[in-house]
C-alpha cells in the first residue's frame, strides 16, 4: 500500500473500522483523540512478545495462513493463551480468522501493517515540514 501525504485517511480494517490519520501523524500534525484510541488500540495488540511471535509464525507458515494447533508448541503456551492472543490480533485487524469445521485459521492482513507502518514512518530527510503534504 503506497501511502501519501495527499491521502486524507488510512483505514485499519478492524472490527469494528477505525482509522488513523495519514502521513506519520505523529511527526507531521498533533494526533486526535479518536485517532490516538485507534493508534493504542493496535499497538498495545502488537506490545506483547507472544502476539508479535504470532504474527511472525502466521506471515511465516505454509501459505501464509496457520491453525492455533499449529502454533501452541512454537510458543510454548497453552492452547487457550494463544487462543486469546490470536483473538487480540484478530480484533485489531491484523489477522483474520476463518472457521473450518472444528478449526480456526489464521492470515496475516499486510493493509493493516502497512498502514500501521506509514503512521509510523517519519518524513523523508527527517524534516518536519507541514508544507510537504
Known amino acids: ?25 505523529l511527526v507531521r500534525q498533533p494526533l486526535g483523540a479518536a485517532d490516538a484510541v485507534a493508534l493504542a488500540r493496535t499497538l498495545k ?12 509464525l502466521v506471515a511465516a507458515h505454509d501459505g501464509g495462513e496457520a491453525c492455533v494447533c499449529d502454533l501452541v508448541d512454537a ?6 493463551t494463544v ?3 490470536l483473538r487480540v490480533l484478530v480484533e485489531a485487524g491484523l489477522l483474520t480468522r476463518e472457521k473450518r469445521g472444528v478449526w480456526a485459521y489464521y492470515a496475516l492482513v ?6 500501521l507502518a506509514a ?10 515540514s507541514r508544507s510537504a503534504c
Not at 499486510?110 to 498502514?115: S, T
Not at 503512521?119 to 518536519?128: I, M
Request: overall charge neutral; some cysteine.
Open 83 to 85: 487462543s486469546h492472543h
Open 1 to 25: 500500500m503506497d501511502v501519501r501525504c495527499h491521502a486524507e485517511r488510512v483505514v485499519l480494517p478492524t472490527s469494528p473500522p477505525e482509522t488513523v490519520a495519514c502521513c506519520a501523524p
Open 110 to 115: 499486510p493493509a493493516a501493517l502497512n498502514a
Open 45 to 56: 495488540a502488537v506490545a506483547d512478545p507472544a502476539r508479535l511471535r504470532l504474527l511472525s
Open 119 to 128: 503512521v509510523l514512518t517519519a518524513p523523508a530527510g527527517g524534516a518536519r
Open 75 to 80: 510458543l510454548d503456551l497453552s492452547q487457550p
